[in-house]
């Protein structure tokens, strides 16, 4: 890159000063509650495992126990039935789904027994977080390039089998990545109720589990060029999906509340509370996190909303800086808008352009991606050459996966992207930046309305700007969506030992947070 913007830094100091105001409000709600999700993962954690009548044993146990006595916590009723029964997790377990909570006021249940044995049983699985993240260093930051590029395809059938044949096949082929996108539902056994017309039955946990073991056994032979495998956010059954998938080779899971709420139906305030719980698990595994920004674009414009799209990956930095998450842990995936016939000096494309270098600029330690179709011609390489202008790291591939993928087609997916970061160096100098040019101040402008944005969520209340709002752009934040039902209100006694164990373990103070985003 020749031409560096010479942003105002003293714009860019309170545009992230900004973002962190409101990440902190967002964590007082957060903190004060609690979802289904967040229970059934702690059960997890727990060592709950198993099925019982069609679902997971965990999901079955919060279900049980219904939803005015989780607000204590599920990880506090499985602990009581431990502490008074002198029974292992399993057993405890079991006997919560066949028999429901204890009665603790017959019981006199002894809280410090409840959290002894509980704790005991958390040891495990923070052993293995630890193994996880020390054999995951290095493997989150994919910025590595040379001569070759880096190629994340993603794989969407709906079957289980076939994604998982598809991802084996990817990690022993040439390709650098993949995203596995299972169909999106509010619970683990909602997959099976056909959402969104998959046709399947969709044993997510078990697909995850077997994507995770193909792409371990082509790991020697990829030693110098690992294969990053992440999980697509596939609503509130993620969280159960990465706790039980810790220990495995999953590098990413992909998951932001504003893309969730977005685009795939789920209310604002349920993705607050699972998205926060979420990132303080990879924060402590070492996962990474795969921010998709081109799932914001389907619904708002890029070239009209440009200001908005980085305003959204500052505040999901802070957010993510918040739970324990390193700046290059968090990869973004852009993609631009570009129509056929919009020539290399057009407006559109300067404006693009100006967008993504502000982004480079902006999150220099971030690996940051073009998401590109793969059936998709690109003759003028117009998309290419924004990529290589700006600096960015690789391509996601969209491979319009079927039940059965060809290894042609695989291939034939690979040579294309190659070839447009070959030779999309035609147009790229006619979009040399020039000082005080139209790109130049374009990037200035999409500073001065980031700051202003930002000065209006300040005055208003970020979790009620759902319903009316006149601008379809990113933070006109719908009122609905599925899920809220299971958002719960913490009882004074509520209790968690995985939380507590990850916020003493994420622990950092605002102060510090704060420094760490603006050496950013």
């Excluded at 965990?58 to 939803?67: D, H, L, N, R, S």
């Excluded at 006199?108 to 044995?117: D, F, K, N, S, T």
């Excluded at 299972?182 to 078990?206: E, M, Q, S």
């Excluded at 004074?492 to 050496?519: C, Q, T, V």
Aim: aromatic share 6%.
């Amino acid at each position: 890159m020749q031409f560096r913007l010479m942003l105002d830094r003293d714009q860019v100091d309170q545009c992230r000063k900004g973002a962190r105001e409101l990440a902190k409000h967002i964590h007082r709600y957060v903190d004060r509650h609690t979802s289904e999700s967040v229970e059934v993962a702690t059960l997890r954690s727990l060592g709950v495992t198993g099925d019982h009548q069609g679902q997971t044993l965990a999901a079955a146990v919060v279900e049980k126990i219904g939803k005015e006595r989780l607000r204590e916590g599920a990880a506090y009723w499985l602990g009581a039935v431990m502490a008074t029964k002198q029974c292992d997790v399993a057993k405890a377990a079991h006997q919560l789904v066949r028999d429901g909570c204890p009665d603790s006021r017959q019981t006199r249940l002894p809280h410090a027994e409840i959290r002894q044995v509980t704790k005991a049983a958390l040891q495990p699985f923070q052993h293995t977080c630890e193994q996880a993240a020390r054999r995951r260093v290095g493997t989150t930051n994919p910025r590595r390039r040379t001569t070759a590029v880096e190629s994340w395809l993603t794989v969407a059938s709906g079957d289980g089998a076939a994604d998982v044949r598809l991802v084996a096949e990817l990690a022993s082929g040439q390709a650098t990545g993949a995203v596995l996108h299972p169909p999106f539902a509010t619970k683990i056994a909602g997959l099976t109720a056909k959402p969104r017309g998959w046709r399947n039955h969709y044993a997510v946990l078990d697909v995850v589990k077997k994507c995770a073991h193909a792409v371990e056994m082509h790991a020697e032979r990829r030693q110098k060029a690992p294969f990053a495998f992440v999980l697509g956010g596939c609503g509130a059954a993620t969280l159960e999906a990465v706790t039980a998938s810790v220990a495995t080779e999953l590098t990413g899971v992909e998951f932001d509340l504003l893309t969730a709420a977005r685009c795939h139906g789920l209310h604002f305030k349920r993705a607050l509370v699972d998205q926060q719980f979420l990132y303080r698990i990879c924060g402590k595994s070492g996962i990474g996190l795969l921010v998709a920004g081109d799932g914001w674009r389907a619904v708002a414009d890029g070239y009209a909303y440009g200001h908005e799209l980085v305003l959204g990956h500052m505040l999901i930095e802070a957010l993510a800086t918040m739970a324990g998450v390193p700046f290059e842990g968090i990869v973004a995936r852009l993609a631009p808008v570009l129509k056929e016939g919009e020539g290399a000096r057009s407006d559109r494309v300067a404006h693009e352009l100006a967008h993504l270098q502000v982004e480079r600029e902006l999150f220099p330690q971030a690996p940051l991606f073009m998401a590109c179709a793969a059936t998709t011609p690109d003759p003028c390489g117009l998309h290419a050459t924004l990529a290589v202008l700006c600096g960015l790291d690789g391509a996601i591939v969209d491979t319009l996966t079927a039940k059965k993928v060809e290894q042609q087609r695989l291939h034939a997916a690979r040579e294309h992207i190659d070839a447009i970061w070959r030779h999309g160096g035609d147009v790229a100098e006619e979009l040399t930046y020039i000082p005080n040019g139209k790109i130049h101040r374009r990037a200035h402008t999409i500073l001065e309305k980031m700051q202003k944005t930002l000065q209006q969520l300040q005055r208003r209340d970020l979790l009620k700007l759902g319903g009316d709002e006149p601008a379809p752009g990113l933070f006109a934040i719908p009122d609905s969506g599925v899920g809220l039902d299971g958002v719960l209100q913490k009882h004074k006694y509520y209790w968690n030992p995985l939380e507590e164990w990850l916020l003493k373990a994420n622990a950092r103070s605002h102060d510090e947070a704060d420094l760490e985003s603006g050496a950013a």
